[in-house]
């Protein structure tokens, strides 16, 4: 990894569909930390959320967010999203069904999720201790919940 000049470090917050995606073509990132569920999406849900804690980054970065589908392929990106500045470790959710954010779910039946975050400059930092989870739902978000899974880092 290159030998990066941390300077004075905020967080950031989603606050979903408010913000506008840009493109990212030929960005570069500095750090990329992928979370995926610990074993396999369940089938036969609609919704599904990812919670996560607000990571620590450099105050001129930007920081986008990516799901990958199983074949490696983007489902869904959202780009730009540090405006809010609150404090490190803030619980954050990433909500994705058909017509809101993402499409069909169906593509994650039984296979790993992966959600990955990344950074254009600097570092980028997320508290070890903080759970990161996956939670399935029928009948859209405030359906029935048909499973919780843990997150894990996967990369870092």
Do not use: C, H
């Not at 620590?56 to 405006?83: C, F, H, K, M, W």
């Amino acid at each position: 990894m290159k030998n990066l000049i941390r300077k004075s470090l905020v967080t950031v917050f989603v606050v979903g569909a408010v913000l506008i995606s840009v493109a990212s073509a030929g960005t570069e990132f500095s750090k990329t930390v992928t979370f995926k569920t610990a074993k396999p999406a369940p089938d036969g849900f609609d919704a599904w959320t990812f919670f996560w804690k607000v990571p620590t980054i450099d105050v001129e970065s930007r920081l986008d967010y990516t799901v990958l589908r199983p074949d490696g392929n983007e489902y869904y990106s959202q780009n730009d999203i540090a405006r809010i500045k609150i404090t490190p470790g803030t619980q954050n959710e990433s909500g994705f069904k058909p017509g809101f954010f993402g499409g069909d779910p169906a593509v994650f039946y039984n296979k790993d999720i992966r959600f990955s975050v990344r950074v254009t400059k600097g570092d980028m930092l997320f508290d070890p201790n903080d759970k990161f989870s996956f939670t399935f739902y029928k009948g859209g978000f405030k359906g029935t919940v048909i499973e919780s899974i843990d997150a894990v880092m996967e990369s870092q």
